[in-house]
Structure formats: C-alpha cells, structure tokens
C-alpha cells in the first residue's frame, strides 16, 4: 500500500514544478518583434546615457522584467511612475516587452579584471560570479548595471523599503561601504546595457 505522505510529497512537487514551468514560459513566450513597439515609452528614462539612476534594460531577464512589471501595477513596488507605465501594459504586452529587451546584445562594459569584494559570494549564490548569468529564471542580471541603481536596490532592501525576504536579509548586512563596493564591481562587469 502507498504511503499518502509520500503521494502529497510527490503531487506537490509536481505542482511547484509545473507552476514554476508556466511562470517561467509566461515570461519567455513574447515576441521581440512586438515588444520593440512599445519601447517608446520604455526609452524616454531607461534608453537615455544621461539617466544614472535609471535601471538599464538591454539584456535583463525576461522573467525578472516581468515580476518587475507587475510588482509595478500591483503596488509593491512603490515608484509611482512606474506604476502609472506598467499599468498601461497588459500580460501580453509585458511579455513582449521582456522577450525584446533579453534578446538584445549592446556593448560590452569595460573592466571586468578586478578582483570580487569579499560580500559577493553572498551574490554570486542567485545572481552568478561576476552577476550576468542567474542561477534561476526571474533573477536579476546585476553585470553592467548602473551604479546608483545598484546601491539605491540594496539601500530600499536594507532599509525595508523594498520587499524580499533573501534581499532584505542580505542587504541587512551590508554597511554604506559595502553597498557601493558591491555596487561599483557589478557594475563594471560585461552585462547589461542601454536599448
């Protein structure tokens, strides 16, 4: 006879498994083709050089853009701007959106020698080594990312601005020091970039 613990184990295992599947595929099925279409709006804070504490887009995770997208319309994330943009997208549309901006290739950052401060192991474990290849879907690429919006990320992580239960643990570690240490690394990695 079968032991019903096991059975649960098992069928809720598949159920976070094939939850996880359709998550992952919700983010990826979009069509770049469509997405660069709705880049105007997109483009007029995050395709500008000038825009230092503006996120860069050009090569993000198209699962974590999504997540992002809709923590905008929903409220948990807080810039009102932003929740004011996302809401005029649907899922669709924000799929597009992520697929346009994941695919696409700019230049490569400069300096990618220096040696990882000692608190980016802490990173490396979700984010990668050197913060452009994520361990998971829905992970953000840090590699190539702007410096003050790095250090702002931890600083609403640490100060609780920002909700995530792994972030706010780890940047509840971090000193001002550490954060634009860490911020100043990834960001000088090859990764991310304008679109």
Not at 87 to 112: C, H, I, M, V
């Amino acid at each position: 006879m079968r032991d019903p613990r096991k059975t649960r184990i098992t069928l809720g295992a598949a159920a976070l498994a094939f939850f996880g599947w359709i998550a992952g595929a919700s983010a990826a099925d979009g069509d770049p083709a469509a997405g660069k279409r709705h880049t105007l709006t997109c483009n007029g804070c995050h395709g500008q050089s000038s825009m230092k504490n503006v996120p860069l887009l050009g090569g993000q995770d198209a699962a974590y853009f999504v997540a992002a997208m809709r923590a905008y319309q929903e409220g948990t994330r807080p810039l009102a701007t932003m929740r004011d943009v996302a809401k005029g997208f649907g899922d669709r549309d924000l799929r597009n959106l992520a697929a346009w901006y994941a695919q696409s290739t700019g230049p490569e950052s400069e300096d990618t020698s220096a040696e990882a401060p000692p608190k980016a192991a802490a990173c490396a474990a979700c984010h990668g080594a050197d913060g452009s290849q994520p361990a998971t879907a829905g992970t953000p690429k840090l590699a190539g990312q702007r410096v003050a919006v790095l250090a702002g990320a931890l600083r609403e992580y640490r100060d609780g601005k920002r909700v995530h239960e792994i972030m706010q643990t780890q940047a509840k570690m971090l000193d001002d020091a550490d954060i634009e240490t860490l911020s100043a690394y990834f960001a000088a990695r090859r990764g991310l970039h304008l679109r």
